[in-house]
């Protein structure tokens, strides 16, 4: 799995890491939780309603948190596309900061829990989590000890994790993560159609795209060839290759230089060359007695596969 059609998870992850990485070298975790008695009702600071989406307390809980998003969020931008998620992370964020001020203001009084909510965007993991639930079916299932897994059942046990980190302050913002998806999920009030303004987003494309980056999948080969004839062009390939003109004869072991003395004999290759070519296999194949190819049959053979290097029908030719 790679970050290729899914920038804006890798910079919601890169975002979060940076300022929870800020947060504790100046030691200002204090400031990142949400606490309703007393820091709302009684010194009305409700910049932590929102601040305390921005960074993590806890360096165990933001290594959770990024395996879950890596998990599940590509998956999801990938189906809704980019501007479609990032639009759903704003509003899953504010209903999750509805949500958690509602619940405070009610389950404040049976206790200590239930009054402050962690550090970090849980609760918006949470409503990603309930998208992947619904969205993204299963690839393969399995038994251990006769029970029934899938390969969605990691993800689901991190998350688990996450949400008993600090019980029962991050079950309650789990909770409440799941309960945004599921309002998001039922369309409730037209939420699905809400879409982020243009002008944002071509801001946002412009200037945080290079930061972000995209990364590409990893390139596979689309040669299908021999055994043989895969390690053969593999061998050729992974050749240093020069932007020197050389002749398509091969070379001697020894070359002939005209000097003031006259044509003067200079040695071939080097022991050690012989020696790693020995080891490599990389022999000299006029002393193997392998015959070179007549033009005629490498024209034969490029105009049939014109998609071939030169020195894979070379090689083939004289293999045979």
Request: aromatic share 10%; proline share 5%; charged share 15%.
């Amino acid at each position: 799995m790679s970050f290729q059609h899914a920038s804006v998870t890798k910079g919601i992850m890169m975002a979060v890491a940076v300022s929870s990485v800020i947060v504790a070298i100046f030691d200002v975790k204090y400031n990142f939780h949400l606490q309703l008695v007393p820091h709302i009702s009684r010194d009305h600071q409700y910049w932590r309603l929102l601040l305390h989406h921005a960074a993590f307390s806890s360096s165990s809980e933001l290594f959770l948190w990024e395996i879950i998003l890596y998990n599940v969020g590509i998956d999801i931008e990938r189906q809704f596309g980019g501007v479609k998620y990032a639009s759903f992370l704003v509003v899953s964020t504010l209903l999750v900061t509805v949500l958690e001020l509602l619940s405070l203001l009610v389950l404040h009084h049976f206790g200590s829990s239930f009054n402050v909510i962690p550090s970090g965007p849980i609760g918006l993991a949470f409503s990603v989590v309930y998208q992947y639930i619904s969205l993204v079916p299963d690839t393969y299932r399995f038994r251990v000890f006769g029970v029934g897994f899938s390969n969605k059942s990691f993800p689901y046990a991190l998350a688990l994790q996450l949400a008993f980190s600090q019980p029962w302050s991050s079950t309650l913002a789990a909770a409440l993560g799941i309960s945004s998806g599921a309002l998001y999920r039922s369309d409730i009030a037209s939420l699905k159609g809400y879409r982020l303004p243009p002008w944002f987003v071509r801001l946002t494309s412009r200037y945080m795209h290079s930061l972000v980056g995209e990364t590409r999948a990893v390139r596979r080969t689309t040669r299908a060839l021999p055994a043989t004839e895969v390690s053969e062009t593999t061998r050729l390939e992974d050749e240093v290759i020069t932007t020197a003109h050389t002749s398509r004869t091969e070379p001697s072991t020894r070359s002939t230089t005209n000097g003031p003395r006259g044509a003067t004999d200079q040695p071939g290759p080097s022991v050690m060359r012989e020696w790693v070519n020995e080891l490599t296999g990389r022999v000299d194949r006029a002393s193997t007695g392998i015959r070179v190819p007549t033009d005629a049959e490498i024209s034969q053979l490029t105009s049939i596969f014109p998609d071939l290097q030169r020195e894979v029908i070379v090689a083939a030719l004289q293999r045979r």
